[in-house]
């Protein structure tokens, strides 16, 4: 299929893979890639510039297909500077930028071929990132798993509001995860989808521990919260006991020097790599609510452009009486 | 245009107003109901059933198309026995429950011909819905105006989910209003769509005031919080000095007592009906972001069906390639 979308990024289908940290390496990163979307490496939880390129290496020999590095350099993230010196060494074709202003990263980038996406929560974060010199945002809605924007906008506003607002094209996350929110964000003006949570309940995405993948399954749309609101830093994540912890101390008014550790990487580590429920948690989206099996990432892509395509039929359909 | 909502309504677009309190009366419903839509009185805020009566035939007079009554039954409201007693006798052809457990109600209507719309915010109301004999359900996503779920669901997560959980047709709400919204809601599955805040910012909806119907051109999606949260009946309106209070107040632990008079219907009217922002607040969607224009409901439908349509083909031409 044909988008602004597929056209920029030299890609089959408009399906971009979000950034994921500590679990999008190159076993993910490919087979998105492979079957058509844009997977991508998160860089910033590599940390070493060395250990970056190999995993863009071990990409490069997975797949012949256009890939990315996310940089997440949210507030508490360390540097990159050594990081971006690989992805331009390696010509990695596109990056993500989310979490921040990427201006730094874009000066950087300043004569380099590399296509660059940025994720916004809203309408002023896409202006800017249109005027540094994005190629595409990312508009994520209030229904998006891990950090969001702070005005609980939700998708189905929030991406016309972006889609009027710039004129580089908009890939719509936050709530995605099958063929028919992949048709909804293309009929809302986008022109294509930054899908995150589906993506970890996949055969391909080996770092995520089966207790993760197992809660995926499980969840309902009702049971994801938001963490770090009362410090101006909301993320969603799996409804737990451990969350629900974090939460009621945030309404004591703990600070995040207080919460440091429990909101960490290193916990979030502990529940999707070693399962341990009560010593991490997990970030999800409310499309939790719509997943219900864990296939293989080409599996999931196929059944998702022939359900879009099938709904687009239907849909057209209906106005044609 | 034909899905299984024009069919069961017997309406010629899948377009129902919302029950809009204080502002649903014979000249909104009738209009929106002549532009091929359907339109709705609202019967709890009329209060007597005579007034009622008065509405409906009134609304009689100015279409021939269906139209509905709403009955807003939510916690605080009044009793709606005399009001239903009026539907029957004057054969209205559908009703609306939203707020509260339709099954009263229901039985009362017990082989009588009127359709049964009822606005639910999540799977297990619109199972109990369906169950206790609805036509149809309007499911509403966190992005909607006035009283909503606990759970804040996003619209482009909840509509799946109740499609995929009934087999009744869906209306979807919440954070639609324009063509391309529409155009969404029906990609994810609905039938239709129930559209409340944009109907506000019309021509016909004589009773808001000048500065609600300019407030809502002027908002953002960003200009919109909810009140009533802290007692789980959470209600979003625009944002406002007023609403700020309300909020803070609610933050320091006021009961639903200590501020039943700022969140009554009085001070809903005193804004809505006088324009009196320090006296009272109005209830909005996020939609409201999307809004800037106050047109006729028939120039509101007719762009809305001519940008869905179009937007339609396009979806459709990007999977041909």
């Not at 844009?38 to 890939?67: C, D, H, S, V």
């Not at 938001?226 to 629900?244: D, E, F, M």
């Amino acid at each position: 299929m044909k988008t602004r979308v597929t056209k920029l990024l030299n890609i089959q289908y408009p399906i971009v893979q979000g950034g994921l940290a500590h679990l999008a390496y190159a076993e993910l990163a490919s087979a998105v890639s492979n079957a058509g979307g844009l997977g991508q490496i998160t860089a910033m939880t590599l940390g070493e510039g060395e250990k970056l390129r190999k995993e863009i290496r071990k990409t490069k020999e997975l797949t012949q297909n256009p890939y990315g590095v996310n940089f997440a350099i949210g507030q508490h993230a360390t540097s990159y500077e050594e990081l971006l010196e690989v992805v331009i060494e390696e010509e990695v074709p596109v990056i993500s930028v989310t979490g921040a202003n990427p201006k730094p990263i874009f000066e950087r980038l300043q004569g380099e071929k590399v296509k660059k996406l940025v994720l916004v929560a809203n309408v002023r974060q896409a202006q800017k990132a249109e005027s540094l010199g994005a190629d595409a945002v990312m508009a994520v809605g209030n229904e998006g798993g891990g950090h969001l924007g702070r005005d609980e906008v939700g998708t189905v506003v929030l991406i016309p509001r972006v889609v009027q607002s710039v004129s580089i094209p908009v890939l719509a996350s936050g709530g995605i995860g099958t063929g028919r929110g992949l048709l909804a964000a293309l009929a809302l003006g986008a022109d294509g989808i930054e899908m995150g949570t589906r993506f970890i309940a996949t055969k391909e995405c080996v770092h995520a521990h089966q207790t993760y993948k197992k809660a995926l399954l499980a969840s309902s749309e009702q049971d994801t919260v938001i963490i770090k609101k009362t410090w101006g830093a909301p993320g969603r994540v799996l409804k737990s006991v451990y969350t629900n912890h974090i939460i009621q101390r945030e309404r004591e008014g703990a600070t995040y020097e207080d919460l440091k550790e429990s909101v960490s990487g290193e916990a979030n580590k502990k529940y999707i790599y070693e399962g341990e429920e009560d010593k991490g948690f997990g970030w999800a989206g409310q499309v939790v609510g719509l997943i219900d099996s864990v296939p293989s990432v080409q599996e999931l892509i196929v059944n998702m452009i022939e359900e879009a395509r099938h709904g687009a039929e239907d849909v057209y359909k209906m106005f044609e009486n």
